[in-house]
Antibody
């Protein structure tokens, strides 16, 4: 059973960089056919996709966050990471990592999720 | 960018009743890309339906999805107490704003 686990700082000061890591177990991040995403959810609000990375290292970011986001993969540790720079209070959210799967006829969906980690931006 | 609009915002029903949740896309989308998730308080979203109508592994058959073009529906045929939660539709990397299903 694939499992994803987020870790990182739960409190970040405004203007600093948020850093999170997602450790993948029960499967290899190097397996083809999947993307590895970060998705966030501000308190009491909906889901916002941040970006994803393939095992090859290719990335695709939400245009609204692109200038501040970097997602990287460490295949040796079977994990991928998120960096979000110049954070403000608006970046306070629960951050999830998730696996994106591709099905028949171009289906795309997030089938495995981490439990999420709350990141608060505050001085 | 495709915008997904879910309705109603909140749906109040009783256990045993049928729930019908709607997801409308701002432009026609391939049904293959439409998925539905359930989220309970303090938990990560759980995949229910992908490809508009295929149930994910372990999802009870009281959950069903349908639709095409711009209009998609999640139906829960007979509500169980554990079904009261927030439901999101998703198309590629866009999510709807969610429908809260609450106990009447």
């Amino acid at each position: 059973q694939l499992q994803l686990q987020e870790s990182g700082s739960g409190l970040v000061k405004p203007s600093q960089t948020l850093s999170l890591t997602c450790a993948v177990s029960g499967g290899s991040i190097s397996s083809g056919g999947y993307s590895w995403s970060w998705i966030r959810q501000p308190p009491g609000k909906g889901l916002e996709w941040i970006g994803y990375i393939y095992h090859s290292g290719s990335t695709y970011y939400n245009p609204s966050l692109k200038s501040r986001v970097t997602i990287s993969v460490d295949r040796s540790k079977n994990q991928f990471s998120l960096k979000l720079s110049s954070v403000t209070a608006a970046d306070t959210a629960v951050y999830y990592c998730a696996r994106g799967s591709y099905g028949d006829y171009g289906a795309y969906y997030f089938d495995y999720w981490g439990q999420g980690t709350l990141v608060t931006v505050s001085s | 960018e495709i915008v997904l609009t879910q309705s109603p915002g909140t749906l109040s029903l009783s256990p045993g009743e049928r729930a019908t949740l709607s997801c409308r896309a701002s432009q026609s989308v391939s049904s293959s890309y439409l998925a539905w998730y359930q989220q309970k308080p303090g938990q990560a979203p759980r995949l229910l339906i992908y490809g508009a109508s295929s149930r994910a592994t372990g999802i009870p058959d009281r959950f069903s999805g349908s639709g095409s073009g711009t209009d998609f529906t999640l139906t829960i045929s007979r509500l169980e107490p554990e079904d009261f939660a927030v439901y999101y539709c998703q198309q590629y990397v866009s999510f709807g704003q969610g429908t809260r299903l609450e106990i009447k």
